[in-house]
T-cell receptor, first 111, second 115 residues
């Protein structure tokens, strides 16, 4: 079955790095995504990675993919208060027209 | 410029009513989607639709129906609203036919509260 899991909460101090983890079960995933949802707002696409890549870096964001363990992580360097939001991991499935989302990780950045 | 927009942003209504949520995208995308986000923030796809094909998540009650007057619009009509329909509904769109390689862009969401 399709399942995406994330820890629900993460707190970090401003200026520290944040690492948000995600695991998925479907080995047919081809693209994996990170979305950000700020309070009261919609989902914003942050970044995505193709399944044959191990790492993707985009400014303060680093995505690591371990396809063997079906583990995806998002590292935010120099975390700022504006990074406080819910972060959703999502996988795009090979055989369906579905995106499967994780439950979201609520990141709180403390001053 | 708003890429994917939804109206209304908030909707409060009584049980048993029929309501619609509108979605419009100005990105020239071919495929549009509706998602439901429940109180625990779980996000589930309800429908994906392009000119050729409507794909329905089998768990969605048939009280929910998507209606697309044209490629840029996909409205969600809900009949006989129930308390459990209270949630945030997100519209999204993507290029292409909705395949796994398509990146989806989301609207701001519509918070539906059924009393």
């Amino acid at each position: 079955g399709e399942d995406v899991e994330q820890s629900l909460f993460l707190s970090v101090r401003e200026g520290d790095s944040s690492v948000i983890n995600c695991t998925y079960t479907d080995s047919s995933s081809t693209y994996l995504y990170w979305y950000k949802q700020e309070p009261g707002a919609g989902l914003q696409l942050l970044t995505y990675i193709f399944s044959n890549m191990d790492m993707k870096q985009d400014q303060r964001l680093t995505v690591l993919l371990n396809k063997k363990d079906k583990h995806l992580s998002l590292r935010i360097a120099d975390t700022q208060t504006g990074d406080s939001a819910i972060y959703f991991c999502a996988e795009a499935l090979l055989y369906g027209q579905n995106f499967v989302f994780g439950p979201g990780t609520r990141l709180s950045v403390l001053p | 410029d708003t890429a994917v927009s939804q109206t209304p942003k908030y909707l409060v209504t009584q049980m048993g009513n029929d309501k619609s949520i509108k979605c419009e995208q100005n990105l020239g995308h071919d495929t549009m989607y509706w998602y439901k986000q429940d109180s625990k923030k779980f996000l589930k796809i309800m429908f994906s639709y392009n000119n050729k094909e409507l794909i329905i998540n089998e768990t969605v009650p048939n009280r929910f129906s998507p209606k697309s007057p044209d490629k840029a619009h996909l409205n969600l009509h809900i009949n006989s609203l129930e308390l459990g329909d209270s949630a945030v509904y997100f519209c999204a769109s993507s290029f292409g036919s909705g395949a796994h390689t398509d990146t989806q862009y989301f609207g701001p969401g519509t918070r539906l509260t059924v009393l």
